[in-house]
């Protein structure tokens, strides 16, 4: 196989034609040139260049190689200007996961912020459950990916790298006709006897509502399963019961709700930024998280 390098060198002294303006351009010596050329000669089993007093010019052969070290110039340059792109974050693709709750929350922020600093780089979410979200991260789907976690059930493994973001406290929703709805502030003891509306299909925050009540010494009545946080707000207007939700899920609250700060002893989730330890972050995704971090301290 010819070498690259070879080729490089000789399109110079084919353009130039001379081996001295060559070695000068290319800070080489004129002695290393020729060698070179001479090299290439014999890699490639036909004379390039005819020698002359007056410098050197291109053989058949030498004027074809030639050609063809100026397209190979031509896309080295173009792969350096791609690779500038991508590093100057001008260019590229970049993909996230993220779940329900934050993505209506916290992430669109995070976005706006991004897309405006850096139009050039096409941003892709995807958002998922706990579960679909590792699916992705582990298919290399995406790079990066937003989740939670609860101090009973601490996302640990040795091949991610976990960086916190926030912490989510509860809050508590009831009617604005309950007798409690104009407090400050309230504790699960104070609810006792009402009945719940909590959330279906095993999801972690119906684990938190029934480790919470345990906790304040009562179990849970419970009224309503739902399968979002403006289903159970609905419910919740309706008096069907009182919920249990995570900050972050109350951007919007439907008239009839009176959202109450939870006092301590309360289940606070964290919201984590996840990706897996052997992959290293390109120039956007750094940026991002940047992004992420500076949403989350605001």
Request: glycine share 6%; proline share 6%; aromatic share 6%.
């Amino acid at each position: 196989m010819l070498d690259v390098r070879r080729i490089l060198l000789f399109t110079e002294v084919a353009r130039r034609g001379s081996v001295t303006a060559a070695a000068r351009a290319l800070n080489y010596t004129t002695s290393a040139v020729s060698q070179q050329v001479s090299r290439l000669e014999a890699e490639a089993g036909h004379p390039l260049l005819e020698r002359h007093a007056r410098g050197v010019t291109p053989t058949d052969a030498g004027r074809a190689l030639a050609e063809r070290g100026e397209r190979i110039e031509r896309e080295l340059k173009a792969a350096e200007n791609e690779l500038a792109d991508f590093a100057g974050l001008r260019a590229g693709t970049l993909r996230v996961g993220t779940f329900p709750t934050v993505g209506a929350s916290l992430l669109p922020r995070a976005v706006i912020a991004f897309r405006e600093a850096h139009p050039g780089v096409r941003l892709t979410v995807r958002s998922s459950r706990i579960a679909g979200l590792w699916a992705m991260l582990e298919n290399r789907e995406i790079e990066m990916s937003l989740m939670w976690d609860y101090d009973w059930n601490r996302i640990d493994r040795e091949d991610i790298v976990v960086t916190s973001l926030v912490d989510d406290p509860p809050a508590l929703l009831v009617s604005e006709t309950h007798p409690l709805a104009g407090r400050g502030s309230a504790a699960l003891a104070d609810f006792a006897d009402d009945p719940w509306i909590t959330r279906a299909e095993n999801h972690p925050v119906a684990e938190a509502l029934a480790r919470s009540c345990h906790a304040a010494g009562f179990e849970p009545q419970i009224a309503y399963e739902a399968h979002d946080y403006q289903e159970a707000q609905a419910m919740v207007a309706a008096g069907i019961g009182i919920a249990l939700a995570p900050t972050l899920a109350l951007e919007g609250i439907r008239a009839g709700v009176s959202v109450l700060p939870l006092q301590p002893p309360a289940p606070v989730r964290r919201i984590l930024l996840v990706r897996m330890s052997d992959h290293v972050l390109t120039p956007a995704a750094e940026a991002f998280a940047g992004f992420l971090r500076d949403t989350s301290a605001a």
